[in-house]
């Protein structure tokens, strides 16, 4: 990055959406705050959005507004560029190329940096530039810079996080309100919580890409989206969410990242949490990070995980860190550089992974079923820690069968589960959630 004595560093902005006005409204109302904290001002000086008419609840007046971003991105006095319009393209070549005409760039586009991280960084260092990208996972909080700056001494066991909003919000109404999937989700989008198209967010692959981002910072593994394990929550059921609860557990949609003595462990999907888990009391839009490192124990870092103001803090924070240092190199994360194939640092199959487990079906009420089930279980060694059965409340013959296993290999319990649901009197597929354990 170009600096100019002590003038102010000049910005250019690249999408004006709803985090981009925030990023706009917080810079200016908090300006002599952030001078103070930086050293030097910051203007905004050229803003590039495709829609130039739509009014927008910021001052425009003192910036250069423009639908030809490319102005900003080769504009010599520009030293920073921020990228805020999300996906792919164009935002990834726009990137790239201020990168290459030596300007650093912010952003918060998780999609890119999970799927093109590699890229980016690399043409970065190779151009003395840095990336900053807080905004990216977990709009306000500052996980990342943690994990990068403060735990910098400290060996990171696992990150497990609530980092969705959207499902978090649609559980936590199933769970408090009672309702199903449908009924909520229709209700998370009637409030801007949920998308007219909610897959980035049910599905899991908005979670799926901030915790590929997560695991290359705490490991030092690759950016590896496409190895990532991904489920989403559009079959939770309501029944589960009951059963759940009366056993001592919330379900919730979990990413974690974990260090193990096979290797590195990336997933999403739904789990159920004891009641005493750090995680299992955050509620609606509220994100949070929990990490586990070595020097400092287990620690919680929780705020909002989107919206303008909140996501334009992060935005602001690389920002600040940019304008404060011109060695680059000190900036660029350190991501991918691993060696891959080294015992302990591979990325697991989730076959290869181990969790405890719930398991839910339906038995007719015949004797001997339960003792079949149990020597299924026996037989593929798998550790249980509770099993009950449970008359079924529509009246209808048969019982519910609740099984709760202790830590087994995913293949394991796959291969009982099948058997499982080949038994004569099971009435159900089996239904399994994985169990996150505090100390696991």
């Known amino acids: 990055m170009k600096t100019k004595s002590l003038g102010p560093v000049r910005v250019g902005l690249i999408g004006l959406g709803t985090i981009g006005c925030g990023t706009l ?64 393209e164009p935002a990834k070549s726009f990137i790239l190329q201020s990168l290459r005409n030596g300007k650093s760039v912010v952003t918060a586009n998780k999609e890119l940096i999970a799927q093109h991280g590699e890229e980016i960084f690399r043409v970065a260092s190779e151009n003395s530039c840095t990336v900053g990208f807080e905004a990216a996972v977990a709009g306000s909080i500052p996980v990342i810079k943690t994990m990068r700056e403060a735990l910098v001494a400290n060996s990171i066991g696992h990150v497990t996080g609530i980092v969705n909003g959207t499902c978090n919000y649609m559980l936590t109404a199933m769970t408090e309100q009672q309702l199903n999937f449908d009924v909520v989700l229709e209700e998370a989008q009637s409030l801007g919580y949920a998308e007219a198209d909610p897959a980035f967010d049910v599905d899991g692959i908005d979670a799926a890409h901030k915790i590929t981002i997560l695991a290359s910072i705490a490991f030092g ?96 924070g690389d920002l600040a860190d940019i304008v404060r240092t011109s060695k680059a190199t000190d900036r660029v994360p350190h991501l991918g550089y691993a060696n891959n194939s080294e015992v302990g640092q591979k990325i697991l199959e989730i076959a290869e992974v181990e969790c405890a487990n719930y398991l839910r079906f339906e038995i007719e009420e015949e004797p001997g079923i339960l003792a079949d089930v149990g020597q299924i279980l026996a037989s593929n060694a798998i550790p249980t820690q509770h099993i009950e059965q449970r008359k079924l409340s529509s009246g209808e013959h048969g019982e519910t069968v609740l099984v709760l296993t202790r830590r087994i290999l995913d293949k394991t319990l796959v291969k009982a589960i099948g058997e499982i649901g080949s038994l004569r009197n099971v009435k159900t597929p089996v239904t399994r959630y994985r169990i996150e354990l505090q100390n696991s």
């Open 25 to 88: 409204n917080v810079l200016s109302r908090n300006r002599d705050e952030i001078s103070r904290r930086v050293g030097r001002d910051i203007e905004v000086v050229a803003v590039a959005d495709l829609d130039l008419t739509t009014e927008r609840p910021v001052d425009l007046r003192q910036v250069k507004l423009t639908d030809d971003a490319s102005s900003i991105i080769n504009d010599a006095d520009i030293d920073v560029v921020i990228e805020l319009i999300g996906g792919i």
């Open 221 to 316: 593994i690759p950016l590896d989206f496409g190895k990532v394990f991904v489920e989403g929550i559009r079959d939770i059921e309501m029944q589960d969410v009951g059963y759940a609860d009366s056993l001592g557990f919330a379900i919730k949609h979990v990413a974690r990242a974990a260090r193990t003595k096979s290797g590195i462990e990336v997933r999403v999907h739904p789990a159920l949490l004891p009641k005493e888990h750090p995680l299992a009391d955050v509620n609606g839009v509220t994100n949070a990070v929990f990490v586990e490192a070595d020097a400092v124990g287990p620690m919680l870092l929780s705020g909002a995980g989107a919206g303008a103001d909140p996501t334009a803090s992060s935005v602001i």
